[in-house]
């Protein structure tokens, strides 16, 4: 097995296809997906910007319209991105247009490199577990406008920690040199955290070590690019 981690989205990819490519925005774009299709969503079609939701919406007229600018909810939008919003009461049976800063923007770069799925510290355990009789394995950190972020390689290198005797990249190494921490000192110490508790959002922060099953894997319905749950 061969796993690479990219630090940030912008990163070259060694391979030109994997078995497996898990995008990883912790705070909080893959916490909310996982907890979406947890919830019972049908469907999360992660969008780039607030005009392509816009658009987006008016194909899907039924789907609701979630997402954040600056960690604040749009306006005139549904849903914000915090995880607690993603209820069953909220988004069962429901498609959800999802626009943040920097996680659905990763989702969409690596569709062409393999199955795509989505991946917090939430769910990071079952995709270790979906992952183990893949050969080659790329995360892909979502990081923040552009900079590493120490809560995305946090899990990355949680992730690379459930394998033994596998080849790693050098960003493998150094995220999986952290994955000793504890969970919530790194979601409290992080930028991002810390800018999430500033605004009263610090909640968010314990629901995202919230353990969950679900694996969103990212496909193409009729439509568009989805994250769905269920069949592997
Ligand atoms: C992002 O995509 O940048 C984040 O999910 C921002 C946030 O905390 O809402």
Known sequence: MRIEVLLLPSQKPKLDSYDLVAVID????????????????MGIYPVKSISEAKHFKEIVPNALLAGERKAFKIKGFDLGNSPLEFTKENVSGKNVILTTTNGTKAANIYQNYGRVVAMALSNVKAVANYSKNFQNLLLVCAGS???VSLEDSYTAGKFVSFF?????????MLAREISGSDSMNVLKIS?????????????????????????PILKTDMINLKFFGGER
Do not use: F, K, P, Q
Request: net charge negative.
């Open 26 to 41: 912790t705070l909080r774009a893959t916490t909310v997906i996982v907890r979406a299709i947890e919830a019972g969503a």
């Open 164 to 172: 033994e005797m596998v080849s790693l990249n050098d960003g493998a």
């Open 191 to 215: 930028h991002h955290g810390r800018y999430l508790s500033s605004i009263g959002m610090g909640a968010d922060l314990e629901e995202s070590l919230v353990e969950r099953n679900t694996i």
């Open 145 to 147: 406008h552009g900079e």
